[in-house]
């Protein structure tokens, strides 16, 4: 939770293999 300023929300590119921003959405999480 930021407290100086809003940060601004990350564009999640469409997975490259699948082409969906779900999947891609999906493995951020996974991976993190």
Same mark, same amino acid.
């Given at each position: 939770? +930021?407290?100086?300023?809003? /940060? +601004?929300?990350? /564009?999640?590119? +469409?997975? +490259? %293999? *699948? ?5 891609? %959405? *999906? ?6």
């Amino acid at each position: 939770m +930021p407290r100086r300023r809003e /940060v +601004p929300k990350r /564009v999640i590119l +469409p997975d +490259p %293999k *699948f082409g969906s921003q779900e999947v891609a %959405k *999906f493995m951020n999480v996974v991976m993190n």
